[in-house]
Protein backbone atom coordinates (compact mmCIF):
# COMPACT_ATOMS: atom_id res chain seq x y z
CA UNK A 1 0.00 0.00 0.00
CA UNK A 2 2.71 2.37 0.99
CA UNK A 3 4.63 1.58 -2.47
CA UNK A 4 1.46 2.55 -4.35
CA UNK A 5 0.90 5.48 -2.54
CA UNK A 6 4.57 6.39 -3.12
CA UNK A 7 4.34 5.78 -6.57
CA UNK A 8 0.98 7.76 -7.47
CA UNK A 9 2.43 10.64 -4.97
CA UNK A 10 5.79 10.59 -7.90
CA UNK A 11 3.87 10.55 -11.07
CA UNK A 12 1.60 13.45 -9.66
CA UNK A 13 4.55 15.61 -9.13
CA UNK A 14 5.89 14.79 -12.44
CA UNK A 15 2.85 15.88 -14.07
CA UNK A 16 2.83 18.95 -11.94
CA UNK A 17 6.66 19.79 -13.55
CA UNK A 18 5.28 19.80 -16.67
CA UNK A 19 7.60 16.57 -17.93
CA UNK A 20 5.49 14.91 -20.83
CA UNK A 21 5.86 11.34 -21.72
CA UNK A 22 7.40 9.95 -25.25
CA UNK A 23 3.87 9.40 -26.78
CA UNK A 24 3.24 12.98 -25.91
CA UNK A 25 6.14 14.08 -27.72
CA UNK A 26 5.22 12.38 -30.81
CA UNK A 27 2.22 14.40 -31.07
CA UNK A 28 2.19 17.19 -33.72
CA UNK A 29 2.02 20.72 -32.23
CA UNK A 30 -1.22 22.30 -32.44
CA UNK A 31 -1.70 24.16 -35.71
CA UNK A 32 -1.19 27.96 -36.09
CA UNK A 33 -4.43 30.24 -35.22
CA UNK A 34 -5.66 30.91 -39.42
CA UNK A 35 -4.94 34.86 -39.91
CA UNK A 36 -8.45 36.33 -39.21
CA UNK A 37 -10.21 37.74 -42.96
CA UNK A 38 -9.34 40.91 -43.93
CA UNK A 39 -12.51 42.73 -43.97
CA UNK A 40 -14.53 43.40 -46.80
CA UNK A 41 -14.21 46.66 -49.02
CA UNK A 42 -17.49 48.93 -47.92
CA UNK A 43 -19.57 50.62 -50.54
CA UNK A 44 -18.73 53.28 -52.22
CA UNK A 45 -18.83 56.65 -50.57
CA UNK A 46 -19.43 58.77 -53.40
CA UNK A 47 -19.44 57.56 -56.91
CA UNK A 48 -21.81 54.20 -58.01
CA UNK A 49 -21.34 50.55 -56.92
CA UNK A 50 -21.61 49.78 -60.36
CA UNK A 51 -21.47 51.69 -63.96
CA UNK A 52 -19.08 54.64 -64.65
CA UNK A 53 -19.75 58.57 -64.53
CA UNK A 54 -18.25 60.70 -67.06
CA UNK A 55 -18.92 64.27 -65.66
CA UNK A 56 -17.37 67.10 -68.57
CA UNK A 57 -17.33 70.87 -67.77
CA UNK A 58 -19.09 72.30 -70.90
CA UNK A 59 -17.35 73.87 -74.12
CA UNK A 60 -16.38 71.83 -77.05
CA UNK A 61 -15.25 68.32 -76.68
CA UNK A 62 -13.86 67.99 -80.06
CA UNK A 63 -10.20 66.39 -80.03
CA UNK A 64 -10.16 65.87 -76.50
CA UNK A 65 -11.13 61.90 -76.43
CA UNK A 66 -14.46 62.64 -73.84
CA UNK A 67 -16.37 61.63 -76.19
CA UNK A 68 -15.47 58.36 -77.93
CA UNK A 69 -14.37 57.49 -74.27
CA UNK A 70 -17.91 57.99 -73.52
CA UNK A 71 -18.88 55.49 -76.14
CA UNK A 72 -16.23 53.19 -75.28
CA UNK A 73 -17.20 52.69 -71.50
CA UNK A 74 -21.24 52.24 -73.12
CA UNK A 75 -19.44 49.33 -74.97
CA UNK A 76 -19.41 50.76 -78.55
CA UNK A 77 -21.72 52.56 -81.11
CA UNK A 78 -23.68 49.31 -81.20
CA UNK A 79 -25.18 49.81 -77.80
CA UNK A 80 -28.42 52.09 -77.01
CA UNK A 81 -28.18 55.05 -75.80
CA UNK A 82 -30.63 57.80 -74.17
CA UNK A 83 -29.98 61.32 -74.80
CA UNK A 84 -31.94 63.90 -72.55
CA UNK A 85 -31.96 67.41 -73.81
CA UNK A 86 -34.45 68.72 -70.83
CA UNK A 87 -31.90 71.14 -69.61
CA UNK A 88 -32.53 73.41 -72.75
CA UNK A 89 -35.44 74.60 -71.33
CA UNK A 90 -39.21 72.78 -70.68
CA UNK A 91 -41.04 75.97 -71.45
CA UNK A 92 -40.41 79.11 -73.65
CA UNK A 93 -40.23 82.50 -72.35
CA UNK A 94 -43.61 83.58 -73.09
CA UNK A 95 -44.74 80.35 -71.32
CA UNK A 96 -45.68 77.59 -74.04
CA UNK A 97 -43.92 74.37 -74.00
CA UNK A 98 -41.05 73.83 -75.75
CA UNK A 99 -41.01 70.90 -78.19
CA UNK A 100 -38.01 69.11 -78.72
CA UNK A 101 -37.94 66.46 -82.26
CA UNK A 102 -35.74 63.84 -81.83
CA UNK A 103 -33.92 63.77 -85.51
CA UNK A 104 -32.57 66.82 -84.59
CA UNK A 105 -31.30 65.96 -81.20
CA UNK A 106 -29.83 62.81 -81.91
CA UNK A 107 -28.53 63.78 -85.45
CA UNK A 108 -24.95 64.37 -83.84
CA UNK A 109 -24.72 61.22 -82.16
CA UNK A 110 -25.71 59.34 -85.38
CA UNK A 111 -23.02 61.59 -87.40
CA UNK A 112 -20.23 59.87 -84.53
CA UNK A 113 -21.57 56.29 -85.93
CA UNK A 114 -24.48 55.45 -82.86
CA UNK A 115 -26.88 52.95 -84.25
CA UNK A 116 -28.99 52.57 -81.45
CA UNK A 117 -30.15 56.40 -80.01
CA UNK A 118 -33.08 57.77 -78.88
CA UNK A 119 -34.25 60.91 -77.20
CA UNK A 120 -35.77 60.68 -74.34
CA UNK A 121 -37.79 64.29 -72.55
CA UNK A 122 -41.04 65.32 -71.30
CA UNK A 123 -41.67 69.04 -69.13
CA UNK A 124 -44.36 67.07 -67.01
CA UNK A 125 -42.92 64.41 -64.20
CA UNK A 126 -46.58 62.95 -64.57
CA UNK A 127 -45.69 61.93 -67.76
CA UNK A 128 -42.17 60.98 -66.47
CA UNK A 129 -43.66 58.88 -63.62
CA UNK A 130 -45.10 56.42 -66.27
CA UNK A 131 -44.19 52.88 -67.45
CA UNK A 132 -44.52 53.88 -70.96
CA UNK A 133 -42.05 56.70 -70.71
CA UNK A 134 -39.16 54.80 -69.47
CA UNK A 135 -39.92 51.87 -71.64
CA UNK A 136 -36.36 52.56 -73.80
CA UNK A 137 -34.64 53.80 -70.53
CA UNK A 138 -35.02 50.02 -68.99
CA UNK A 139 -32.56 48.49 -71.14
CA UNK A 140 -30.62 51.63 -72.27
CA UNK A 141 -26.56 50.67 -71.87
CA UNK A 142 -26.02 55.22 -71.74
CA UNK A 143 -27.44 58.39 -71.06
CA UNK A 144 -26.26 61.58 -71.76
CA UNK A 145 -27.58 65.09 -70.71
CA UNK A 146 -27.63 67.82 -72.52
CA UNK A 147 -26.30 71.05 -70.99
CA UNK A 148 -28.78 74.17 -70.30
CA UNK A 149 -29.98 74.83 -67.18
CA UNK A 150 -29.69 71.68 -64.41
CA UNK A 151 -32.96 72.81 -63.10
CA UNK A 152 -34.94 72.22 -65.78
CA UNK A 153 -33.87 68.63 -65.32
CA UNK A 154 -34.58 68.54 -61.74
CA UNK A 155 -38.41 69.96 -62.37
CA UNK A 156 -39.38 67.16 -65.30
CA UNK A 157 -37.55 64.29 -63.41
CA UNK A 158 -37.22 64.63 -59.75
CA UNK A 159 -38.69 61.54 -57.80
CA UNK A 160 -40.41 60.00 -60.55
CA UNK A 161 -39.83 56.64 -62.17
CA UNK A 162 -37.68 57.87 -65.30
CA UNK A 163 -35.05 59.44 -61.75
CA UNK A 164 -34.97 55.68 -60.29
CA UNK A 165 -34.75 54.01 -64.09
CA UNK A 166 -31.33 56.19 -64.31
CA UNK A 167 -29.81 55.20 -61.59
CA UNK A 168 -30.86 51.62 -63.13
CA UNK A 169 -28.84 51.78 -65.87
CA UNK A 170 -25.95 52.06 -63.42
CA UNK A 171 -26.87 49.47 -61.64
CA UNK A 172 -26.63 47.29 -64.56
CA UNK A 173 -23.03 48.63 -65.21
CA UNK A 174 -23.97 51.36 -67.68
CA UNK A 175 -22.91 54.89 -68.23
CA UNK A 176 -24.19 58.24 -67.27
CA UNK A 177 -22.62 61.34 -68.91
CA UNK A 178 -23.22 65.01 -69.39
CA UNK A 179 -21.49 68.33 -70.26
CA UNK A 180 -22.54 71.79 -68.58
CA UNK A 181 -25.90 72.08 -66.77
CA UNK A 182 -25.59 67.57 -67.72
CA UNK A 183 -22.74 67.73 -65.13
CA UNK A 184 -23.66 69.49 -62.15
CA UNK A 185 -27.25 67.59 -62.02
CA UNK A 186 -24.71 64.67 -61.39
CA UNK A 187 -23.76 66.16 -57.51
CA UNK A 188 -25.80 65.78 -54.97
CA UNK A 189 -26.17 69.34 -54.15
CA UNK A 190 -27.13 71.43 -57.01
CA UNK A 191 -25.00 74.45 -57.49
CA UNK A 192 -26.97 77.32 -60.00
CA UNK A 193 -30.28 75.90 -59.38
CA UNK A 194 -31.79 79.19 -59.26
CA UNK A 195 -34.47 80.05 -61.55
CA UNK A 196 -33.91 83.37 -61.88
CA UNK A 197 -30.28 82.96 -63.50
CA UNK A 198 -26.64 80.90 -62.88
CA UNK A 199 -25.24 83.56 -60.72
CA UNK A 200 -26.66 82.55 -57.81
CA UNK A 201 -25.12 79.56 -56.44
CA UNK A 202 -27.18 78.54 -53.40
CA UNK A 203 -30.53 78.90 -54.59
CA UNK A 204 -33.74 79.31 -51.98
CA UNK A 205 -36.23 77.60 -53.71
CA UNK A 206 -36.42 74.33 -52.25
CA UNK A 207 -37.10 72.08 -54.71
CA UNK A 208 -33.85 72.89 -56.94
CA UNK A 209 -30.96 72.26 -54.09
CA UNK A 210 -30.82 68.92 -54.83
CA UNK A 211 -28.97 67.23 -57.77
CA UNK A 212 -29.79 63.37 -59.14
CA UNK A 213 -26.93 62.36 -56.92
CA UNK A 214 -25.06 59.71 -59.00
CA UNK A 215 -21.50 61.36 -57.60
CA UNK A 216 -22.95 61.67 -53.83
CA UNK A 217 -21.56 63.88 -51.23
CA UNK A 218 -20.55 66.70 -54.08
CA UNK A 219 -21.27 69.47 -55.64
CA UNK A 220 -20.27 70.14 -59.36
CA UNK A 221 -20.19 73.45 -61.03
CA UNK A 222 -18.65 73.96 -64.79
CA UNK A 223 -17.01 76.28 -67.03
CA UNK A 224 -14.75 77.74 -64.68
CA UNK A 225 -11.75 78.61 -66.80
CA UNK A 226 -13.84 80.32 -69.09
CA UNK A 227 -16.77 82.26 -66.98
CA UNK A 228 -13.35 83.15 -64.21
CA UNK A 229 -15.76 80.46 -61.79
CA UNK A 230 -12.49 78.84 -59.78
CA UNK A 231 -13.46 80.35 -56.22
CA UNK A 232 -17.27 80.01 -57.14
CA UNK A 233 -17.71 76.53 -55.07
CA UNK A 234 -15.72 77.95 -52.19
CA UNK A 235 -18.80 79.18 -49.89
CA UNK A 236 -20.82 76.24 -50.89
CA UNK A 237 -18.01 73.76 -49.05
CA UNK A 238 -18.09 76.14 -45.87
CA UNK A 239 -21.75 76.03 -46.00
CA UNK A 240 -21.86 72.09 -46.04
CA UNK A 241 -18.63 71.10 -45.25
CA UNK A 242 -19.52 67.27 -45.65
CA UNK A 243 -19.38 67.81 -49.66
CA UNK A 244 -16.40 67.52 -51.75
CA UNK A 245 -16.25 70.34 -54.70
CA UNK A 246 -15.52 69.56 -58.35
CA UNK A 247 -14.98 72.25 -60.62
CA UNK A 248 -14.36 71.63 -63.92
CA UNK A 249 -12.75 73.57 -67.03
CA UNK A 250 -14.48 73.23 -71.06
CA UNK A 251 -13.49 70.24 -72.73
CA UNK A 252 -12.94 68.59 -69.41
CA UNK A 253 -14.30 65.40 -67.68
CA UNK A 254 -13.65 63.26 -64.76
CA UNK A 255 -14.32 59.81 -65.26
CA UNK A 256 -15.97 58.18 -62.21
CA UNK A 257 -15.60 55.13 -61.00
CA UNK A 258 -16.66 53.90 -57.49
CA UNK A 259 -14.57 56.79 -55.32
CA UNK A 260 -11.96 57.06 -57.65
CA UNK A 261 -12.02 59.41 -60.96
CA UNK A 262 -9.27 60.50 -63.50
CA UNK A 263 -9.08 63.54 -65.46
CA UNK A 264 -9.56 63.65 -69.02
CA UNK A 265 -9.40 66.70 -71.76
CA UNK A 266 -7.76 70.22 -72.33
CA UNK A 267 -7.36 71.52 -69.07
CA UNK A 268 -8.08 71.85 -65.57
CA UNK A 269 -10.28 70.46 -62.58
CA UNK A 270 -10.52 72.16 -59.28
CA UNK A 271 -11.32 70.07 -56.52
CA UNK A 272 -12.40 71.74 -52.96
CA UNK A 273 -11.36 69.36 -50.33
CA UNK A 274 -11.72 70.90 -46.66
CA UNK A 275 -9.97 67.76 -45.28
CA UNK A 276 -6.71 69.32 -46.73
CA UNK A 277 -4.50 71.39 -44.51
CA UNK A 278 -4.02 75.12 -46.72
CA UNK A 279 -1.28 77.58 -46.59
CA UNK A 280 -2.86 81.33 -45.38
CA UNK A 281 -1.83 82.09 -48.97
CA UNK A 282 -3.52 79.46 -51.21
CA UNK A 283 -6.79 79.47 -52.31
CA UNK A 284 -8.92 76.11 -50.70
CA UNK A 285 -8.83 74.06 -53.31
CA UNK A 286 -6.20 72.45 -55.68
CA UNK A 287 -6.01 71.63 -59.44
CA UNK A 288 -5.89 68.25 -61.28
CA UNK A 289 -4.68 67.78 -64.75
CA UNK A 290 -5.23 64.98 -67.85
CA UNK A 291 -4.72 61.60 -66.26
CA UNK A 292 -4.57 62.52 -62.77
CA UNK A 293 -6.60 60.10 -60.45
CA UNK A 294 -7.97 60.78 -56.80
CA UNK A 295 -9.80 58.82 -54.57
CA UNK A 296 -12.05 60.61 -53.12
CA UNK A 297 -12.56 58.49 -50.08
CA UNK A 298 -9.13 58.54 -49.17
CA UNK A 299 -8.91 62.64 -49.97
CA UNK A 300 -5.21 61.66 -51.82
CA UNK A 301 -3.89 61.74 -55.25
CA UNK A 302 -2.84 58.19 -56.29
CA UNK A 303 -1.33 58.60 -59.60
CA UNK A 304 -0.07 61.73 -61.82
CA UNK A 305 -0.64 61.84 -65.53
CA UNK A 306 3.08 61.93 -65.94
CA UNK A 307 3.21 58.19 -64.52
CA UNK A 308 4.44 59.82 -61.24
CA UNK A 309 3.44 57.73 -57.94
CA UNK A 310 2.67 61.60 -55.44
CA UNK A 311 5.13 61.64 -52.47
CA UNK A 312 4.95 62.40 -49.17
CA UNK A 313 0.83 62.70 -48.61
CA UNK A 314 -0.34 63.03 -52.35
CA UNK A 315 -2.57 66.20 -51.52
CA UNK A 316 -2.58 68.24 -54.97
CA UNK A 317 -1.24 71.17 -56.07
CA UNK A 318 -2.75 74.23 -54.24
CA UNK A 319 -3.74 77.38 -54.94
CA UNK A 320 -6.44 77.71 -57.92
CA UNK A 321 -5.74 79.23 -61.60
CA UNK A 322 -2.16 81.21 -60.23
CA UNK A 323 -0.86 77.87 -59.06
CA UNK A 324 -1.87 75.86 -62.21
CA UNK A 325 1.96 74.01 -62.07
Not at 144 to 151: K, V
Not at 201 to 212: A, D
Not at 294 to 323: F, L, V
Given at each position: ?222 HINARNRWDDLIPVIQKFPNLIGIGLSEGTAIIVKQDTFEVLGKWKVAVHDNTRLYQPWEKPYFVL ?37
Amino acid sequence: MKKATAFSVAALFITLLGVVTPAQQTQPPPAAAAAPAAAPAGPPEYGPATGTLVIIGGGSNEGTGIMEKFIELAGGPDKKFIIVPTAGGNRRQDGTVQEYKEEDVVQSWVRRGLKNVKMLHTHDPKVADTEAFVKDLRDADAVWFNGGRQWNIVDSFANTRTYREFHKVLERGGVIAGSSAGATIQGEYLVRGDTSGPNVMMTQEPNHQEGFKFLRKSAIDQHINARNRWDDLIPVIQKFPNLIGIGLSEGTAIIVKQDTFEVLGKWKVAVHDNTRLYQPWEKPYFVLSQGDVYNMKTRRIEKYGTGQTPSGRGRGRAGGPGGLL
